[in-house]
């Protein structure tokens, strides 16, 4: 996959990063990415994530109810890129709402970069040569490469799974640039320890891969997270892999599985969950994340501005709150900036060590 870094407007971006940069400056501190979610509906049903859930007709009338609409998204992107230089769509499953495409063509209007991750199973319904006119990348939700383990973690039919790979193969067909992210279960752990994904994540058109342990949910009474002599054989494979081979690219660093595997967690001083902006299906924001779920720590997008929520008091619990051990976005969110710019933004790390180095250094 190559760098689509020319089609992001750097003067934009450097002009944000500077004022980002001015307000750490004095002590205030602002998101740099926006991730939509778009909608409270997903056809898959994944045990890890709330949108998982098995009661698809609820989950349809819950969509329904507290989805924004399409003018309210719009009002959304308004206030959030004037902040964040790049953004990313999730869902629930995005490519569900009958407006996707209106809402990716809009939001590329604003300048703004996009990363898409989806779970690929309704691509086909949509115009992929108009898609990468707008979007940076599709990160394609993929968690095994297998069918059995993939049905499993996903909860979906061998059909389903097909269905997924016919359209991972269009994604190919229309040059639409792609990678994988994988979240590692307790179910799909054999693919990495034996290396099989990394040629079957190769066959399969993406050239880059980014994985996370899953973070076990606290609203839940199981755990899907493999146990800790499964997981160090996780990490050292995938280190193993990184060391010898260079295709597909791992895009997470090495020191993420190095400390898993070191201190079965990973490390940061503190969360960087503030640097991204997570606006829910129905516009509000958790201060500071969606652990801490309650009606006091819950701002409307609609009605606050972004300044006035980042200069929620509830900020302060994200200072000393290590309680993420393996969640990857938070892991890599909580590094210097030109760690946390590699991921989703790729392109960008390099931009910003070249062009502001000051700015690298600053979290
Ligand atoms: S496909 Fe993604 S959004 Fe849908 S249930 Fe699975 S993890 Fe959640
Ligand atoms: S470490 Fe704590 S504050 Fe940060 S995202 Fe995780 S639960 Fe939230």
Redesign the pocket.
Not at 321 to 324: E, G, L, T
């Given at each position: 996959m190559k760098s689509r870094e020319m089609v992001v407007d750097t003067i934009r971006t450097l002009k944000l990063l500077s004022k980002w940069g001015a307000n750490m400056a004095v002590g205030r501190r602002r998101p740099v990415i926006a991730v939509f979610s778009m909608t409270h509906y997903c056809n898959f049903y994944c045990p890890m994530c709330p949108f998982g859930d098995a009661d698809k007709e609820g989950q349809i009338v819950l969509a329904r109810r507290k989805d924004l609409t399409t003018e309210q998204w719009k009002t959304v992107f308004d206030k959030v890129s004037s902040h964040c230089v790049w953004s990313i769509i999730e869902g629930g499953e995005p490519t569900s709402r009958p407006d996707f495409m209106e809402l990716v063509r809009y939001l590329h209007s604003k300048k703004m970069p996009i990363t898409l991750i989806t779970n690929c199973s309704l691509l086909h319904t949509i115009d992929l040569d108009e898609l990468k006119k707008y979007i940076q990348f599709v990160t394609c939700s993929i968690d095994s490469v297998f069918e059995e383990p993939y049905c499993k973690v996903r909860g979906v039919t061998p059909q389903t799974y097909r269905r997924v790979m016919d359209n991972l193969q269009l994604l190919t067909e229309h040059k639409v640039p792609h990678y994988f992210n994988s979240v590692i279960t307790k179910y799909n752990t054999q693919e990495f320890i034996d290396q099989t994904y990394f040629d079957r994540a190769k066959e399969l058109g993406a050239n880059a891969v980014s994985f996370t342990f899953v973070?076990d949910r606290s609203d839940v009474d199981y755990s899907l997270l493999p146990d800790r002599e499964t997981m160090n054989k996780v990490c050292a494979s995938i280190l193993d892999y990184m060391g010898k081979k260079k295709e597909p690219q791992v895009m997470i660093p090495p020191e993420y599985f190095q400390q898993i595997l070191q201190d079965g967690r990973g490390h940061?001083d503190e969360?960087?969950?503030w640097k991204s902006i997570f606006v829910n299906g129905n516009g509000t924001v958790m201060v500071?994340?969606?652990?801490?779920n309650s009606p006091e720590n819950t701002y409307s997008l609609l009605e606050h501005s972004v300044d006035e929520i980042w200069s929620a008091p509830q900020w302060d619990?994200?200072k000393t709150?290590?309680?993420?051990e393996v969640?990857g976005c938070?892991w890599y969110s909580?590094q210097p900036v030109t760690t946390f710019a590699r991921n989703y933004m790729r392109g960008l790390g390099k931009m910003i060590s070249k062009e502001r180095p000051e700015l690298a250094e600053a979290v």
């Open positions: 973070e940061f969360c960087g969950v500071p994340c969606w652990k801490f619990i994200a709150c290590h309680d993420c969640l938070i909580s």
